[in-house]
């Protein structure tokens, strides 16, 4: 039997759960009070009151001991490419000065209250920022909405959209045009789920419906993640294999046996005194490595093994450079026979 080889409070508070907590009170009360529980805004304190118990059976339960186990982490392939300083200026223009100046390490304090205090009142007490207008768009098309975005979020405090932005139009080919000149880490769930699992003594099994080199070569990058074995299809078979030794396999195969890049998702990332803002690029495109290529494939089409006839066919539209959202387990191929068929099965 094993515990936990880091501190459970370094966990919880490197993994920013913080707002997702008061999130899930704010739900929760919506349903007590449209329950008629807790009616009148006196829903707060009892569903802070029951997300704070289940909150602290989890920390007990990372406190325990544990058992040896496995555990296989599914999950979308996205990578984080952290915007560095000049990036920044460069984004945020004219206000550069003034937007960074005041957002670094000792420009933005915690505005909440403890957590003993809020169960204690059954509310929240923290004071509102101090707004100018409404929320920005989540959809960030221009220089003045990022602008926008990053003095809403860091300098006033406010959640917006839990710090997830999508970036369209201008904005989104801006940022593809600089994305190697950002830091690159493993982003979306996979890194969370990964470093948590890892952190709880779990041997970590991963799989990824698009395998891309971005991933295979982060391990030299992140010692220890080339140990994750990682299960692959092949010909209906799976097979689990260390990621550094999937070099090669990275990428969409063809039916005549050779390789195209692979898509993924994407995020930049702006970090400030330990808050993090994400700009999303939707979808699943080839990001850098073989993104000068045409989409190589016109339909996709999905099947099952022993299913007869052929399934219903989506053809792509001519201008869409992004990729189908895959399902988790199967296999996918680019079938040269048959007008490029993209062909998940």
């Known amino acids: 039997m094993a515990r936990t080889n880091v501190a459970v409070e370094a966990i919880l508070r490197i993994a920013g759960i913080r707002p997702q907590f008061l999130e899930a009170v704010d739900r929760l009360r919506e349903t007590l009070e449209s ?4 009616p009148g805004g006196g829903g707060y304190g009892k569903a802070y009151r029951i997300c704070d118990i289940w909150q602290r059976r989890f920390e007990l339960a990372l406190r325990s001991e544990i058992p040896e186990w496995n555990g296989l982490a599914a999950f979308r392939c996205i990578t984080d490419f952290v915007l560095t300083d000049e990036l920044l200026r460069e984004l945020l223009g004219d206000q550069a000065e003034e937007l960074l100046g005041q957002a670094g390490e000792e420009g933005l304090s915690d505005k909440g209250t403890s957590q003993d205090d809020e169960l204690e009142h059954g509310e929240t007490s923290r004071e509102p920022a101090k707004e100018t207008q409404d929320d920005c768009p989540q959809e960030l098309t221009d220089q003045k909405l990022c602008q926008l975005a990053f003095r809403q979020f860091f300098l006033e405090g406010r959640e917006l959209y839990s710090g997830k932005l999508f970036a369209l139009a201008e904005i989104q080919n801006w940022f593809l045009e600089r994305l190697n ?5 493993l982003g979306g769930q996979a890194g969370n789920i990964l470093w948590l699992w890892n952190c709880i003594g779990m041997t970590p099994r991963a799989y ?16 220890g993640l080339g140990d994750v074995r990682v299960l692959q299809f092949k010909d209906g078979r799976g097979e689990l294999r260390r990621l550094e030794e999937l070099t090669q396999e990275a ?95």
């Not at 190589?296 to 006839?309: A, H, I, L």
Request: charge should be neutral; include cysteine; proline fraction near 8%.
């Open 35 to 38: 329950l008629k529980i807790g």
């Open 181 to 185: 000149d950002c830091e690159q880490t």
């Open 208 to 223: 990824v419906p698009y395998l891309t080199s971005r991933l295979t070569e982060m391990h030299d990058r992140a010692p």
């Open 251 to 345: 990428g969409v195969r063809k039916s005549g046996g050779e390789m195209t890049a692979a898509p993924s998702g994407g995020s930049f990332v702006a970090v400030r005194s330990g808050r993090r803002l994400i700009y999303q690029i939707p979808g699943f495109r080839v990001l850098g490595h073989g993104a000068d290529n045409a989409v190589p494939w016109t339909k996709v089409r999905f099947s099952f093994p022993g299913e007869g006839g052929a399934s219903y066919e989506i053809e792509r539209k001519a201008d869409d450079s992004t990729w189908p959202s895959i399902p988790l387990f199967c296999e996918c191929w680019i079938d040269e026979s048959t007008a490029n068929r993209y062909a998940p099965s």
